[in-house]
């Protein structure tokens, strides 16, 4: 699973990352540059009451707001709006928002946090607030709300 999630952490940087070759040279001084594109590599968690109740993967729209400073890249954020499923068969609207991540003069992350939303098909819905530990390759869920079997959408 470690592996799993530093697989996707780096595709998702490198998507912000290569993005870079389809667009101007980055001119010297502060910028901020947009990259949207579908993808079918999404992946979550759910989380009840600290106890990890299902993996969910699915598809759909990631956003990648690359910002720099004196021509060189210092921070990104990502939103991805999209479905997702797990095991349940439950599919759940998806929309998730990384903090800036900052990043060091290699283009290393220096910190990752991400907020969640899951609403899902039959009523449960998740909400939370998870990082991703760098120094021991592992994502920590920092808070995790969730309403099981509410109203119905």
């Given at each position: ?57 699915g598809t759909g729209t990631v956003t990648i707001i690359n910002h720099y ?7 990104y954020t990502m939103h991805f709006k999209g479905e997702a499923s797990g ?10 928002m990384t903090n800036q991540v900052h990043v060091d003069a290699d283009l ?46």
């Amino acid at each position: 699973m470690k592996t799993k999630a530093f697989f996707i952490l780096c595709l998702l940087s490198g998507i912000g990352l290569t993005s870079l070759s389809a667009q101007p040279a980055v001119p010297e001084g502060t910028k901020t540059t947009v990259f949207t594109s579908e993808t079918d590599g999404y992946w979550g968690f759910l989380y009840c009451n600290g106890v990890k109740v299902d993996d969910i993967s699915g598809t759909g729209t990631v956003t990648i707001i690359n910002h720099y400073k004196a021509g060189k890249l210092v921070w990104y954020t990502m939103h991805f709006k999209g479905e997702a499923s797990g095991t349940s068969g439950e599919v759940f609207e998806v929309n998730e928002m990384t903090n800036q991540v900052h990043v060091d003069a290699d283009l290393n992350p220096i910190d990752y946090t991400a907020v969640y939303n899951y609403r899902g098909s039959f009523g449960n819905h998740y909400i939370g607030l998870q990082s991703y530990d760098l120094a021991n390759n592992k994502w920590v869920i920092n808070r995790a709300v969730c309403v099981e079997n509410g109203p119905k959408k």
